[in-house]
């Protein structure tokens, strides 16, 4: 997928958190944090379907409530399902 057709990260974060009391300036920045360092820690070829799934799951951020995992649940569900790591980080110097 070319990083044009990419979804601009903070967008999509504020997409997901609308609605939520995450949906506050200064829970966007560590939410941001929170995912781009899930991003980093994986291989780039993990595709946004299966971090979905595997982060609602509780897979990742197990200390982490269920309503903080279910709003980085919610970014990755903006993207593609074959979108993968790699392009959504490529996406993410550009924010």
């Known amino acids: 997928m070319s990083i044009l057709e990419m979804p601009n990260p903070m967008d999509v974060l504020h997409e997901a958190v609308a609605g939520t009391v995450f949906d506050t300036p200064e829970r966007i920045g560590p939410l941001m944090q929170d ?3 899930l991003l980093q820690s994986l ?3 993990v595709r946004a379907g299966n971090l979905t799934k595997t982060v609602r799951q509780g897979v990742y ?3 982490t409530s269920h309503h903080r ?3 980085i649940a919610d970014f ?3 993207y593609p399902e074959d979108a993968t790591v790699a392009e959504i980080l490529k996406a993410m110097e550009h924010v």
Do not use: K, P, Q
Request: charged letters at 40%.
């Open 35 to 37: 995912i781009r360092a």
């Open 43 to 45: 291989g780039g070829d």
């Open 61 to 63: 951020f197990l200390r």
């Open 69 to 71: 995992r279910d709003v």
């Open 76 to 78: 990755f569900d903006f």
